[in-house]
């Protein structure tokens, strides 16, 4: 897969890594001489040019390009570049500069099929830090969703049962549940639920707290969970 | 008569209530939601300058939900 990523900053450049982590293709457009050159140092493909500009952006290949990401700090540039990825048949993801504007952009950026808001993920990644322990928030699905990790402990009420009697409250689903040291997997009902294994789960807020309780046993603030 | 376009910056994402109580102000003749560095640009029609800062200045920034506006007065 071929991905195009409009700005090779602190968020594009580090995208631009997973993504050739995972095996794909990338090409960065930056036009800052400094962040060009630090690109082209960690070993990608950059073109030197204004990624709102659509020929820079034939020029990096967008005909044959899966998705754009437009990853700059100038929310203009960025919508640009979703609007002429759109063009092009590319799936568009736009990072925006602002929590608020999240809404605004979903409903009224019909180009842009993904919205990224930084700051919020890196705030999920601040609250598991500082909440630590046997709980981890994933991803805010939607406003009321969220997607969560149990780790359960040996003091945690369901361990020793199997999957098929883990009972959880309405508006949840359980989604992949994996033994300590193996990777997640689709939950299979006759297995153990042992002390380190890890359980996904979908959760409305308003049934996160239950489902912490039912799971790993703790009581606590169950607003330290809500969205980021 | 004076022309005036004025650039809304908001902090909510109710977007379509903002565009419509400005759209309700007296002198406002269109108002759009835009992507970029402010959320709305409001088209505004009125007899003298002054009536350009009343919409603007005091009944666009009144509304909840508006951060701070900008207004450019069009010179031809």
Do not use: W
Not at chain 1, 174 to 182: E, Q
Not at chain 2, 13 to 30: C, F, K, M, N, S
């Amino acid at each position: 897969m071929l991905y195009v990523i409009v700005g090779a900053g602190r968020v594009g450049l580090r995208t631009a890594r997973v993504l050739r982590e995972s095996g794909h293709d990338v090409t960065l457009i930056e036009r800052d001489e400094g962040a060009v050159e630090r690109a082209r140092a960690a070993g990608f493909d950059v073109l030197d040019g204004d990624g709102a500009l659509e020929e820079t952006l034939e020029s990096a290949n967008l005909a044959e390009a899966d998705a754009i990401g437009a990853l700059t700090g100038d929310l203009n540039d960025n919508f640009v570049a979703c609007m002429i990825g759109k063009q092009y048949g590319c799936r568009t993801v736009m990072r925006i500069d602002e929590d608020y504007r999240e809404e605004i952009y979903r409903r009224y950026a019909s180009d842009v099929d993904e919205i990224i808001y930084p700051e919020r993920l890196g705030a999920i990644a601040a609250k598991n830090a500082l909440l630590g322990g046997n709980i981890r928030a994933i991803a805010d699905i939607a406003q009321h969703l969220q997607l969560v990790e149990f780790t359960i402990t040996d003091s945690a009420p369901m361990k020793g049962y199997s999957l098929s009697e883990l009972e959880l409250p309405a508006d949840t689903r359980l989604l992949a549940h994996g033994k300590s040291d193996a990777p997640l997997d689709v939950p299979d009902p006759d297995e153990t639920l042992d002390a380190g294994d890890h359980l996904v789960v979908l959760a409305d807020f308003d049934a996160l707290s239950d489902v912490r309780s039912i799971v790993v046993g703790e009581s606590g603030p169950s607003k330290a969970l809500g969205g980021a | 008569m004076v022309t005036a376009y004025v650039m809304v910056k908001a902090h909510t994402g109710d977007a379509d209530r903002l565009r419509g109580e400005i759209e309700g102000i007296d002198g406002v003749t269109e108002a759009h939601i835009v992507a970029g560095d402010v959320d709305l640009i409001v088209k505004v029609s009125v007899d003298t300058p002054a009536a350009v800062k009343d919409a603007a200045a005091t009944h666009v920034q009144d509304i909840e939900g508006v951060e701070s506006t900008q207004t450019y007065i069009a010179m031809d």
